[in-house]
């Protein structure tokens, strides 16, 4: 039974960092690819992220590139997202993601993920 549980979030403040975590289970967690989208309130989904099974290759929404950075351990079966210098438009869910396929390049289809987190919550407020 596959299973993804995100942890982490919480309430920051503008120009706060938080780190996401997503403890994997149920599959081989090493040759899989990962991501994080995000769902703000009353939007729809929004692809942030995504690694490939190595974890050498990653891929960042424009939004949030250079101010978050996805890592995987794969030892750990367990996935992150540092999230730096936050602000409001960030608040949002983010959901942990799986792609059984590996691959190097920006997925935003979500039916090409086989998997989804339940997701956690953040929010950027003063």
């Known amino acids: 039974q596959v299973q993804l549980v995100e942890s982490g979030g919480g309430l920051v403040q503008p120009g706060g960092s938080l780190r996401l975590s997503c403890a994997a289970s149920?599959?081989?967690?090493?040759?899989?690819?990962m991501g994080w989208v995000r769902q703000g309130p009353g939007k729809g989904l929004e692809w942030v992220s995504n690694?490939?099974?190595?974890?050498?290759?990653?891929n960042y929404a424009d939004s949030v590139k250079g101010r978050f950075t996805i890592s995987r351990d794969n030892a750990k079966n367990t996935l992150y997202l540092q999230m730096n210098s936050l602000n409001a438009e960030d608040t949002a869910a983010y959901y942990c993601?799986?792609?059984?396929?590996?691959?190097?390049?920006?997925?935003?289809?979500?039916?090409?993920?086989?998997?989804w987190g339940q997701g956690t919550q953040v929010t950027v407020s003063s």
């Open positions: 993601v799986s792609r059984k396929k590996d691959t190097t390049e920006v997925i935003t289809t979500w039916s090409e993920y086989d998997d």
């Open positions: 149920g599959f081989t967690f090493s040759s899989t690819a």
């Open positions: 690694i490939n099974a190595r974890g050498d290759r990653t």
